[in-house]
């Protein structure tokens, strides 16, 4: 399995669907095979430990399926029944290296595993393990502990960034990069200028991250969580392989290293693993997946749940090119709905329906002067009456798709020091009201679907230890567009019913 931290560096190269025991959240007929071939065995150390909650993978040869499942208590897996033919198999457990086999699955087939000890397995580790092992014994580490998480962990996983080793000079030449390159990864310009923050703390965070992951011995106090067990351990992962984009010509069909050996470290999404991003199922098992990458076919693709088949469906963009998509999400009667950037510039992005049934794409465009759905970034969601939410430039649209209208719904607070306060995340709660995530300025906005107006909720503050950081770096945040080391920075939300529980950047 490709652990989901590590998938979000790839863009969801690969779509995950997770069941528990038999309960699944997709059809049951996706994991039935009418061959009934079981596939178990057990795991174990050189020590002869029995490794109980370590993930086992299955992929078929010529498929684009994997199958995971953990091992229970005794060191033990199971597989639900698979079609028989010839697997790969293969054992992932972080601080081990990775156990490979192959077996030709008939009727009933044994792979065992003993997995031997790994010197350096940092390169295993998620960023929330990595996070949790970088030390605050001291004032100043605490200090760049959270530094470090708050300027170099939003477009970045932390294993991505301290899979590596570098010394103070190889640090500091990564940072003088990471000072000018936006979230997307683009190069801003010679003359833009350089990210407040970072330039700031530059030479104080080479000096850190070379402790770290320098090329002598680690500062980090490497500290790994529990395996999962019990009822945690008896979930199903069924992965689907997606194309690389084939417009782009690339050698192989799909990433070459996909994130599914973890002793490879976390996969860079450069050579096309990119451009996946939201996942939806719809009534009859089948993903579909918003393309959040310029491409000349791809806005959105669909995922065949019982073949693993992909299709490409594209809505036309500017400039020759397909437009790009970001949220997607399921209404009550089995449409599914997503953001359309258009790529032309300005509030130019509008709604996208699909029918998965028809497998057919209708748009639909707010009026001229109302706010559109760009930027790309778009969170969309449906409330309790079955209308469509979507998160605009300066707020929020509520869409009927009965009528065919639009409400606009506009951010109280528009202007800000601390940066744009464009929407973000959103959620959909049963009363008909959108909630959505102004990210830069902790503000999250909430419409009065009765009186038709907005209204706004400011967070406090995240909790910051008095005095560990100076009137001066205090200023220096004040001045720029950079978010500070307190923000909350809430990104994504759930809204069941009348109750907003939202996901903030998370603790170091």
Request: proline share 6%; net charge neutral; charged share 25%.
């Amino acid at each position: 399995m490709k652990r989901a931290v590590r998938m979000l560096s790839i863009a969801l190269a690969v779509i995950v669907v997770i069941g528990v025991a038999s309960t699944v959240w997709v059809p049951r007929a996706l994991h039935a095979a009418p061959s009934a071939a079981l596939l178990t065995g057990s795991v174990k150390s050189a020590s002869s430990e029995k490794l109980a909650g370590v993930t086992v993978s299955a992929k078929m040869e010529g498929s684009s399926i994997t199958t995971t499942v953990y091992t229970d208590e005794q060191g033990n897996y199971y597989f639900p029944p698979m079609d028989a033919g010839k697997y790969r198999v293969w054992t992932n457990a972080v601080s081990f290296e990775t156990g490979r086999g192959e077996v030709d699955l008939t009727a009933i087939k044994r792979q065992d595993f003993t997995l031997k000890p790994m010197a350096d397995f940092v390169k295993q580790m998620s960023g929330d393990e990595l996070l949790a092992s970088l030390p605050e014994d001291t004032p100043d580490d605490r200090r760049l502990k959270r530094v470090f998480r708050n300027d170099c962990t939003t477009c970045h996983q932390p294993n991505y960034i301290l899979q590596n080793r570098f010394d103070v000079q190889g640090w500091t030449a990564i940072l003088n990069l990471m000072r000018v390159i936006n979230i997307t990864g683009g190069y801003n310009g010679e003359d833009a200028a350089p990210s407040p923050s970072i330039e700031y703390y530059k030479k104080d965070l080479a000096n850190y991250l070379a402790r770290m992951r320098g090329p002598g011995p680690t500062a980090m106090k490497i500290k790994l969580p529990a395996r999962p067990t019990g009822e945690a351990a008896r979930v199903v992962f069924t992965e689907y392989d997606v194309p690389l984009d084939p417009a782009n010509g690339y050698e192989t069909k799909y990433m070459t290293n996909d994130g599914s050996d973890w002793s490879l470290g976390t996969p860079s999404d450069v050579h096309g693993g990119h451009g996946v991003h939201d996942a939806q199922s719809d009534f009859n098992g089948n993903i579909w997946f918003t393309y959040n990458v310029t491409s000349t076919d791809i806005t959105v693709g669909r995922v065949d749940g019982k073949t693993g088949e992909v299709k490409f469906f594209a809505v036309p963009g500017s400039r020759g090119n397909a437009s790009s998509s970001h949220g997607i999400t399921r209404d009550q009667k089995g449409f599914l709905w997503f953001n359309v950037n258009k790529g032309t510039g300005g509030n130019t992005g509008s709604l996208g329906r699909i029918d998965p049934d028809a497998q057919k794409i209708d748009v639909f465009t707010p009026p001229k002067g109302m706010t559109g759905t760009a930027p790309a970034a778009t969170t969309i969601d449906v409330d309790g009456k079955g209308k469509v939410w979507v998160t605009a430039g300066i707020g929020a649209l509520r869409f009927d798709s009965d009528t065919e209208k639009f409400t606009e719904f506009k951010s109280l607070t528009q202007t800000s020091a601390m940066g744009t306060p464009g929407a973000y995340g959103l959620a959909a709660d049963d009363e008909g009201n959108g909630w959505w995530e102004q990210i830069n300025i902790d503000i999250i906005g909430k419409s009065d679907i009765e009186t038709g107006k907005s209204l706004e909720v400011k967070l406090p503050p995240a909790p910051v230890p008095v005095g560990l950081f100076s009137a001066e770096e205090q200023k220096m945040y004040e001045m720029s567009s950079d978010s500070s080391p307190w923000a909350e920075a809430p990104r994504h939300d759930v809204a069941p019913r009348n109750k907003l529980t939202f996901r903030r950047r998370p603790e170091p």
